[in-house]
């Protein structure tokens, strides 16, 4: 039977764990997927179980290495949400359970801690318009808490590298979640540490992605069929191990990763400058930095709107695509359902609407309404990030069982293609990239272009009001 080499990536998500064997060329032999619960049961609340988690990626790989016994696993390589706070005690053991990205608890904190200019002077240094979905503000909210003594702040994917190898690391993109990293000097800042009132103990040490360290015994029961000393990667957050995806493939690109959210990234031009708030992201090479808007309920408003009507998410895409008259759909989605925005509109307050209901109003009208809904506001992202005097390639990355309807309905609106890839997951191949990379064996990638997807065919009728169902729904849009 002939060896397969291949790097072991594990992509640590928001509602579920990704993990795949990719090839020295950066093809998936084979992925699997194992989800795990996010408990909402207070307001703004996003908590999910960390055992859940390693129950999950131990059953995941599990099933892969058992499944492919003739494949040789060169290396393991991390990627996960961000930022997501898991608090260690003194025993090395987590303290409750793990608090999302999707939480905003910590709002309120922030505002009551920070001026005005403290917060200005936070997203000079960090790159971050910052409120409570970061790991200090979720931290300090936990202090009151009586059990709640840490002795280490974590991410979700370094928890994960601290079980492999035993060091308490994290990499630059990770460590902008937390709310005090300077992205000049690369490092953990000391005025924005003294400023959140926090020791600089908690605090793990910053490591290039490339980092990696040889896989422990003890941490061979989370990752089942490897064997001890397999060297394991730090590899990057999982928007900014996708936009590394894109960049091995397409220059000038602008990423739009789909997900429970929808990130897009474009990496910084110099002389370019932004109008609005944007997320300034450290990438892989941390010397650089990619420009960042989230719309954070994205796929989640599709999720929502899909169980509400007793669907799955694709077939309330295909709901949509059956609409008998697109052209004629009056009504418009604010997809703004995590309780606040970070994309072009970046304020806490948001909360999703529904305009143009009546009678006559259909599940078709819905359904197209949530996707037009996150498209126009993309749209709002890309026009602040498009640098006119290189226009980028738009590329769409979206789920395997997406129809593309999303981007379809965005390069009507842009007038421009828009490339869409689904069958592949980008921040798994992205994360292998780093590992392949690490392992001298990234020069053997071809940097070719790849296969996209078709997109489905829109009604002539309906593009061309397209534009002027965009301009009504920013009209009545909060400012």
């Given at each position: 039977m002939e060896?397969?080499r291949s790097?072991?990536?594990i ?13 020295e ?12 619960p996010?408990f909402?049961a ?6 999910q179980?960390?055992d859940?988690?390693l129950?999950a990626?131990?059953t995941?790989?599990?099933?892969l290495?058992t ?8 290396a393991v390589?991390?990627t996960?949400?961000?930022?997501t ?15 999302t990205?999707?939480d905003s ?16 002077t936070v997203?000079q240094v ?8 970061y790991i200090?503000p ?5 202090l009151?808490?009586a ?8 991410s979700?994917?370094?928890y994960l590298?601290y079980?492999l ?6 990499d ?10 300077d992205?000049?000097g690369e490092n953990?800042?000391s005025d924005?540490t ?5 020791s600089?103990?908690?605090?793990p040490?910053i ?5 990696a ?6 941490g061979?029961?989370l990752?089942p ?11 990057a957050a999982?928007s900014?191990?996708a936009?590394h995806f ?6 000038t690109?602008?990423?739009?990763i789909?997900?429970s959210s ?6 910084s031009?110099p002389g370019?400058?932004?109008q609005?708030?944007?997320l300034?992201s ?6 650089q930095s990619g420009i960042e808007m989230?719309l954070?309920?994205?796929g989640s ?5 899909a169980?509400?009507?007793?669907l799955?998410?694709s077939?309330l895409e295909e709901?949509a695509?059956?609409?008998a008259?697109?052209a004629?759909a009056?009504t418009l989605?604010?997809?703004y359902?995590a309780?606040g ?10 909360s999703g609407?529904i ?8 599940r078709n ?12 506001e993309t749209?709002?992202?890309l026009r ?9 390639t738009v590329v769409?990355?979206t ?12 390069s009507?609106?842009l007038?421009s293609p828009?490339i ?10 992205g ?19 790849i296969d ?5 065919n829109l009604?002539?009728?309906y ?5 002027k169902?965009a301009?009504r729904?920013f009209q009545?849009?909060p400012?």
């Amino acid at each position: 039977m002939e060896t397969t080499r291949s790097i072991l990536a594990i992509d640590l998500g928001t509602s579920r764990v990704k993990v795949a064997l990719i090839s020295e060329s950066l093809e998936t032999v084979a992925s699997t997927s194992e989800s795990y619960p996010t408990f909402t049961a207070e307001p703004d609340q996003a908590e999910q179980r960390v055992d859940e988690w390693l129950a999950a990626i131990r059953t995941a790989t599990s099933r892969l290495t058992t499944e492919h016994p003739s494949v040789l696993i060169l290396a393991v390589t991390l990627t996960a949400q961000m930022p997501t706070l898991v608090a260690l005690d003194s025993d090395r053991n987590v303290i409750g359970n793990a608090i999302t990205w999707q939480d905003s608890r910590a709002d309120s904190l922030v505002d009551e801690l920070l001026t005005t200019e403290q917060k200005l002077t936070v997203s000079q240094v960090a790159g971050t318009p910052i409120d409570g979905r970061y790991i200090i503000p979720m931290h300090l909210r936990r202090l009151s808490s009586a059990d709640y003594e840490p002795t280490v702040l974590l991410s979700a994917k370094d928890y994960l590298f601290y079980l492999l190898t035993g060091e308490f690391v994290t990499d630059p993109s990770t460590a902008s979640g937390f709310g005090n990293y300077d992205l000049v000097g690369e490092n953990w800042n000391s005025d924005l540490t003294s400023l959140w009132g926090i020791s600089p103990s908690l605090l793990p040490e910053i490591r290039p992605s490339h980092y990696a360290l040889p896989l422990l015994e003890t941490g061979m029961a989370l990752v089942p069929g490897l064997t001890t000393g397999t060297p394991v990667y730090l590899g990057a957050a999982d928007s900014v191990c996708a936009h590394h995806f894109v960049e091995r493939h397409f220059t000038t690109a602008i990423s739009i990763i789909d997900g429970s959210s929808t990130v897009i990234m474009a990496s910084s031009v110099p002389g370019h400058t932004f109008q609005g708030q944007v997320l300034r992201s450290p990438l892989v090479d941390a010397s650089q930095s990619g420009i960042e808007m989230d719309l954070l309920a994205s796929g989640s408003s599709i999720a929502w709107l899909a169980g509400l009507l007793a669907l799955s998410p694709s077939e309330l895409e295909e709901l949509a695509l059956a609409h008998a008259d697109m052209a004629n759909a009056s009504t418009l989605l604010y997809p703004y359902l995590a309780g606040g925005e970070q994309g072009a509109l970046w304020r806490t307050d948001l909360s999703g609407s529904i305009q143009a209901l009546s009678l006559s109003t259909s599940r078709n009208d819905l359904a197209l309404a949530v996707f037009e809904g996150i498209a126009f506001e993309t749209l709002r992202c890309l026009r602040l990030l498009q640098n006119s005097s290189t226009p980028p390639t738009v590329v769409a990355l979206t789920g395997r069982n997406s129809r593309g309807l999303g981007p379809a309905i965005l390069s009507a609106l842009l007038g421009s293609p828009v490339i869409a890839i689904g069958q592949q997951s980008p921040s798994l191949l992205g994360a292998a990239l780093i590992a392949l990379d690490g392992l001298g064996l990234g020069d053997k990638i071809s940097a070719s272009a790849i296969d996209s997807d078709a997109l489905p065919n829109l009604d002539s009728h309906y593009v061309n009001g397209l534009a002027k169902k965009a301009e009504r729904y920013f009209q009545h849009s909060p400012a």
